[in-house]
């Protein structure tokens, strides 16, 4: 195995530094969480079908300190629902503690409140809709995860 060289250690850090600091200027990128998402707000739509061909979504939590990332979700009706493999990930957590987000399907900024999904009859339903959209494995929801609720909030 080769030795790490001084400078390509600080080359790699430098790279390091500067990836982590571009996320927390503006949107994620890719797996990497980012800062305030940039746009223009647009009004609740009255259905969701547009997002239907959006793989994934981006979610602004946390007003005061913006942190967003890149997440899988899916519509039903004029509500919109995302989901968190652990409620301990930094952002499930952000929104439990705040649930004013902005969301952002395919460009477009939508001012949302969240809440976690309790009702077993609409975990179920959302579930389904995760399975067809991402062609999904149901053993995927075992564990500490949860789908949150995002629904128009006003300004």
């Known amino acids: 195995m080769p030795m790490l060289t001084q400078t390509h250690f600080r080359h790699t850090s430098l ?9 927390s200027c503006g949107p994620p990128l890719g797996p990497i969480p980012g800062g305030k998402l940039e746009g223009e707000l647009s009004p609740w739509p009255a259905n969701w079908d547009h997002a239907e061909d959006c793989e994934n979504v981006l979610l602004e939590t946390d007003p005061a300190d913006p942190y967003s990332v890149t997440i899988w979700g899916v519509g ?15 952002w499930a957590r952000k929104i439990e503690s705040d649930p004013r987000v902005i969301l ?7 001012r949302a409140h969240a809440k976690i999904l309790s009702d077993p009859e609409t975990v179920e339903l959302v579930a389904n809709k995760f399975f067809d959209k991402y062609d999904m494995d149901p053993d995927n929801l ?3 995860g949860a789908f949150y609720r995002l629904t128009r909030r006003p300004r």
């Open 104 to 110: 952002d399907v395919d460009g477009t900024l939508y």
């Open 15 to 23: 790279w390091i530094v500067g990836a982590f600091l571009l996320s």
């Open 76 to 90: 039903v009706k004029d509500e919109f629902f995302v989901g968190a493999s652990a409620r301990s990930n930094q």
């Open 142 to 144: 075992e564990g500490d």
